[in-house]
């Protein structure tokens, strides 16, 4: 009996031994650099510890683009190894990057905030001020955001969405108007969380007393998933930027779905003139063809950078007879058809046609230019303007 109580004495001292020694290997396990390192005139300094490579490149998306992606700028490496860049002063906004290490792409080792977009991991940061302060985490009453699990018959599976609830919602007997908030292809229901900042511009937007307290529904719009990569019964896997059957109206037809939970579930008020939907890209595609195939549903539609493609799929019954129930959208009143499209967006031509095909039509509709593609700059800065001119 005595041996065995020294036997415990003497692993209860080691094991207070060992924990300053974990929490300092936890501690030390970073490189001790700023990285990035934000000044106040708007400047940023960037910096990599790589003695070994023969060259890094910074890549940032406020950088002239080449392609698809960002362009890249030589870093200059010191004699301790450390490789440094300074940009010239940033305009406020959220931005990503990476660094290219002898041609391979690494996260900043330095910098523990990413998002994900489709299969790519970016480092981000915040540049303050006007349109970027939307996107901080201000001081303001803050809303809530719930995984949700509801039962689809239509794609016969449990599927995932987000959605957000304003400040206030838990302790109010209130019922409040919905926005359905649709995302892209490559995305899920995690994408206007993550890179759409969609939680902060509500909060500070509803604080500033710009937009009305509502809720904000955010479903996975691949019906093959059950939820995002890695959050689904499908485990992790390599996510990809299009998968079966994102756009061939099953995702559309099957959406009442979603509607139906959450009329159920939530204290909402369940008519046109308190529904909206909105979405970027595939999204945008989506929120056109789910209020037109629907066309008493929504008072409010938004499309934003919307991928309409002349060679959809028109042998789906959702996509036929568009024109016809366009007319029948605009003939049951609607309070906003919103567009929006980025001058360089490959989209561009194909938003401008469906802007002469409602002008034919004498279907009323807001449409708005900005500068820059196919971006979540964009998008952001869409979801801003849009959600104040809701309900």
């Known amino acids: 009996m005595k041996m065995k109580k020294q036997i415990f004495l003497i692993m209860v001292i080691l094991a207070f031994i060992g924990l300053p020694v974990v929490a300092q290997e936890a501690i030390g396990g970073g490189q001790e650099i700023v990285s990035p390192e934000i000044h106040e005139n708007g400047t940023v300094t ?49 931005y990503g990057y990476a660094y290219l290490v002898d041609g391979l792409r690494v996260n900043d080792p330095n ?39 509801y039962n689809s018959p239509g794609n016969n599976l449990t599927r995932r969405m987000c959605i957000y ?74 996510p990809a930027f299009m998968v079966p059957k994102t756009m ?46 629907y066309p008493n549903t929504f008072d409010y539609v938004g499309l934003f950078s919307a991928a309409i493609l002349p060679d959809q799929n028109t042998t789906a019954k959702v996509y036929l007879d568009i024109d016809l129930t366009l007319k029948k959208q605009m003939e049951n009143g609607y309070k906003l058809y919103w567009i929006g499209i980025g001058k360089t967006d490959f989209l561009y031509e194909n938003n401008r046609e469906f802007k002469a095909k409602l002008d034919a039509m004498g279907m009323p509709h807001t449409y708005r230019e900005s500068e820059g593609g ?18």
């Not at 061939?248 to 003139?273: H, I, L, P």
């Not at 196919?374 to 309900?391: D, M, Q, T």
């Open 165 to 238: 609830t304003p400040a206030g919602y838990e302790k109010s007997r209130m019922k409040y108007p919905v926005l359905y908030l649709l995302h892209g292809a490559g995305g899920d229901e995690e994408a206007w969380i993550e890179l759409g900042r969609a939680t902060q511009i509500l909060d500070n937007l509803i604080a500033q007393g710009k937009a009305k307290p509502m809720i904000v529904v955010m479903p996975n719009g691949n019906v093959i998933q059950d939820a995002a990569p890695g959050e689904g019964t499908q485990g992790y896997y390599k």
């Open 46 to 94: 960037f910096r990599l510890l790589a003695p070994h490579a023969e060259e890094v490149r910074l890549t940032g998306d406020w950088m002239p683009a080449e392609g698809w992606v960002p362009g890249s700028l030589v870093m200059e490496k010191d004699e301790k190894g450390t490789w440094t860049y300074t940009t010239e002063t940033l305009e406020p906004e959220l």
């Open 111 to 149: 910098n523990a905030f990413l998002s994900r977009d489709i299969a790519t991991n970016t480092n981000i940061f915040i540049i303050g001020g006007g349109q970027a302060d939307l996107y901080k985490v201000n001081d303001v009453p803050h809303g809530s955001v719930t995984r949700r699990w």
């Open 248 to 293: 061939d109206g099953t995702y559309e037809e099957t959406f009442m779905d979603v509607m139906k939970f959450v009329e159920s579930s939530y204290r909402v008020k369940a008519g046109k003139s308190t529904r909206a939907v909105a979405g970027l890209s595939m999204g945008g595609y989506h929120s056109m063809h789910i209020s037109r195939y």
């Open 374 to 391: 196919h971006i979540w700059k964009n998008w952001r800065v869409y979801l801003s303007e849009f959600a104040p001119l809701l309900f």
